[in-house]
């Protein structure tokens, strides 16, 4: 019985001791990474609209719906927006900046895991570059990728989707 209490003792000393470590790492680590996530995103907004020296988020239930991209003298030059898709094997986020008229500017993938060498090839130049000057009502000739449809679909269906969004709130204000 005693061994029992011993051994009780010493298991709860090192939870003790190994979580404490893990609060104290926390609480040393999480400034840096909320810092750099916030660095890499303002940097990826900055490659959606690269003219913008500032951006605006706009909340909507607590989230953020899009950014308003300013240039240095304040003014409106356009909008980002993010929107996310169920691939084959991943959810698929995609931003993308959009000019004044709504048109798209430049498209990013921020984060995706799917297949390599098929699905994966979202991020290529060539499909996202398909997007550059397109509107949310004509994604015309926006080709999908042979044999990474679903992937493709993950990318073109919720980023139309996001820019009707936008437009229809644009047009209420």
Same mark, same amino acid.
């Given at each position: 019985?005693?061994?029992?209490?011993?051994?009780?003792?010493?298991?709860?000393?090192?939870?003790?001791?190994?979580?404490? *470590?893990?609060?104290?790492?926390?609480?040393?680590?999480?400034? &840096?990474?909320?810092?750099?996530?916030?660095?890499?995103?303002?940097?990826?907004? &900055?490659?959606?609209?690269?003219?913008?020296?500032?951006?605006?988020?706009?909340?909507?239930?607590?989230?953020?719906?899009?950014?308003?991209?300013?240039?240095?003298?304040?003014?409106?030059?356009?909008?980002?927006?993010?929107?996310?898709?169920?691939?084959?094997?991943?959810?698929?986020?995609?931003?993308?900046?959009?000019?004044?008229?709504?048109?798209?500017?430049? *498209?990013?993938?921020?984060?995706?895991?799917?297949?390599?060498?098929?699905?994966?090839?979202?991020?290529?130049?060539?499909?996202?570059?398909?997007?550059?000057?397109?509107?949310?009502?004509?994604?015309?000739?926006?080709?999908?990728?042979?044999?990474?449809?679903?992937?493709?679909?993950? *990318?073109?269906?919720?980023?139309?989707?996001?820019?009707?969004?936008?437009?229809?709130?644009?047009?209420?204000?």
């Amino acid at each position: 019985m005693k061994e029992i209490v011993k051994y009780g003792f010493t298991l709860g000393l090192i939870c003790f001791i190994s979580s404490s *470590v893990l609060v104290a790492v926390h609480a040393v680590t999480a400034p &840096k990474i909320s810092q750099a996530r916030e660095k890499g995103e303002q940097a990826a907004l &900055k490659e959606a609209l690269p003219d913008c020296v500032d951006f605006k988020a706009c909340m909507e239930d607590g989230k953020i719906s899009y950014y308003r991209g300013v240039d240095s003298s304040g003014n409106l030059k356009g909008f980002v927006v993010i929107s996310s898709g169920k691939g084959y094997s991943s959810d698929i986020q995609v931003m993308a900046g959009l000019n004044t008229n709504l048109e798209i500017i430049n *498209v990013k993938i921020l984060s995706q895991d799917e297949t390599p060498g098929l699905g994966s090839r979202v991020t290529s130049p060539e499909f996202l570059g398909q997007f550059k000057g397109k509107v949310a009502d004509n994604f015309e000739g926006v080709q999908a990728i042979s044999g990474a449809t679903i992937s493709s679909n993950a *990318v073109i269906k919720p980023l139309k989707e996001k820019i009707a969004n936008l437009k229809e709130k644009l047009q209420a204000k």
